[in-house]
Every structure is written in C-alpha cells, then in structure tokens.
C-alpha cells in the first residue's frame, strides 16, 4: 500500500537535491542549469556514437542509429526550458547571446528537426542516406554551439 | 554541405568532454557515472511535479502527467549501461550491493513497469487511478535507493 511517506521519501530522493521538484517557476536555477546540461551530456552519450558510424570509426549498425535516434527525439525536447533569465547569472558555459538572440530558438527547432529525419531515415536501413542524415545533425549541434557556448 | 570538420567539431561538442563517445567498452569510467546521474537528474525533472500531484501540492494536470510519462518512459532505460563493474570505483552515491545484488536488476524492471503502467494510465484521465499509479513509480525509486544509494 502506498503511504504518504514512502511517496514523499521516493520523491526527495529522486530529486536528489534534497527538496521534491515542483513547478517549474520554483525550481532554484541551479538545478535548471543541472538538468539542461543533463539533457545535453545523455545527448552526447546517444548522438556519439551515431557520428562515429558516420565517420567510420564505429562500425555501422542501423538498429543502434534508430535505437539512438528514438532517445534523440525525446531528449531533445528536454534542455531548453531550462535556458530561462533566472538562469543567467548561474556559471554554465552557456553565452549571454543564447538569452538574447532568437536564433537559439530556431537552432533548437533545426536540432529537432533533423533529429526527427534521422528517426525516419534510420528505418529505412539505407547506409549512406543515415550517415548523412547523421551528418545533419551534427550540423545543427556546432550550429548553436559555435554561438552559444563558450569553446571548449 | 557537410564536411568532416563541421561532423567532428559538432561531435566533439556535443561530447562535451573534448573526447567523442564512441561505442561503451571505450567511454571513460567516470563519464559513464556522468552520465548515469544524469539520466536521474532527468528523471528526477519529470518526476517531480507528478509527486507533488499525488500529494495534493501542485495542480493536477493530465496532460503534464502524459507528457511526462512518456519522457520517463524513454529515460527509465538510459541509466542501467552506466553501472558497469569499471565504475566501481569512481565517487558516486552508488553503494558496492548495486554491481552484486540481482534485486538492483529487479528494481530496475519493477520501476519500467511501474512507469509504463503510468503511461497507459494516465491517457484515462481518471486522477485518483494516475494519482495512485504516480505513487507505484515513487515506491520504486526509493525501493532501490534504500538498499543501493547512500543516504543523502
């Protein structure tokens, strides 16, 4: 049976910062910053390996890409409500310009777009038509990074 | 057009540790427990608000709980690979019983059944079934963390 303190002990540990996740106005800015760049490092883990294949280090495995590409499509919903003002001053690599310029917006709709077009190819089995489809995509990664992100 | 240096540079951002990921027996110890907390980082975002509709604390809302259900659905598979035996020794949350104890597994399975039936759950619209069916995935978090995570 489901007590209220089992639910509450399930919810702060999720949470993992010691206080349950509510709304979203008051999650502290600090945690915005934690799950967009959460968001960003799984990103990393699915889309890695992806432009291996494309590049020909990692060996070729369509079953992977459009495992991947499905996560993708998810995850890429995932970071940029947590991009909001209150998040401006919390030390991230993110610069000024992505709170200002509304090209940060349209970066984040081409990312889900070709990552929505390589779910779609990814089905299709066809190497060289993924690899590409890859390729935009990591396109639209060095699009938004190259003016939003400090280097590296 | 894409070239290779557009791909690489894009990769090796999105990695976000100069090193692209490649297949999981190459990625680092430590990336992996990075990015292992960082799918419960995520979880804990999705999580959160549908703790605090159960416990009466935010507005319910079916359509935040679907929404929601499906991410957590997607993201209950992403932090399992991250527990391998090269992890062992990293500094984490994780104690020694998670890489010996088969229940780390069943946790594991009993919150993916928990958060699927969620899912399903929450297209009725029914609140005290969701409400009840959000509290079945908050026994399961803590079902693992008591025997599995520190005490934070």
Chains 1, 2 share one sequence.
Not at 78 to 106: E, H, I, N, R, Y
Request: with cysteine.
């Amino acid at each position: 049976m489901l007590t209220k303190k089992h639910l509450l002990a399930g919810i702060a540990i999720a949470a993992g910062i010691g206080v349950a996740a509510t709304a979203s106005a008051q999650v502290k800015p600090e945690t915005l910053v934690k799950q967009r760049q959460s968001a960003m490092v799984l990103v990393a883990k699915y889309f890695g390996p992806l432009g291996g294949m494309a590049q020909g280090r990692v060996p070729f495995n369509a079953e992977v890409v459009a495992r991947n590409a499905g996560y993708l499509e998810v995850l890429a919903r995932m970071p940029w409500d947590g991009f909001t003002d209150a998040t401006k001053d919390v030390k991230s690599a993110t610069l000024p310009a992505a709170f200002a310029d509304p090209k940060f917006k349209q970066g984040q709709e081409q990312m889900q777009t070709a990552i929505a077009n390589l779910a779609a190819v990814a089905k299709s089995g066809d190497e060289a038509k993924i690899k590409a489809a890859i390729g935009e995509v990591g396109k639209t990664c060095s699009g938004c990074h190259d003016n939003f992100r400090e280097k590296q």
